[in-house]
């Protein structure tokens, strides 16, 4: 699995930093979001990624299955 960004979707809005903060960040200048790790490994990490991906309120986040 390995996770996406749309960063000309991303509206800021830091869900998914505070889903998951050791896998996703925002930028200081205009929040969009950074991915720490697009490749998290323990199945933990990958069920509070897959909730960040469905909490995003413009989309902008994608798990892409390998």
């Known amino acids: 699995m ?3 960004a749309d960063l000309t979707r991303c509206v800021g ?3 998914c930093v505070l889903t998951e903060p050791a ?3 925002q930028r200081e200048d205009d929040g969009t ?3 720490l790790d697009e490749t998290p490994g ?3 990490t990958v069920d509070r ?3 960040a ?3 995003c ?3 902008a986040l994608d798990l892409v299955e390998s």
Do not use: M, N
Request: net charge neutral; no cysteine.
């Open 57 to 59: 309120p413009s989309r």
């Open 23 to 25: 896998v996703f960040d």
């Open 13 to 15: 809005a830091g869900q």
């Open 53 to 55: 991906v469905h909490l």
């Open 49 to 51: 990624v897959r909730e």
């Open 33 to 35: 979001v950074i991915v």
């Open 2 to 4: 390995r996770i996406t």
């Open 42 to 44: 323990d199945e933990k």
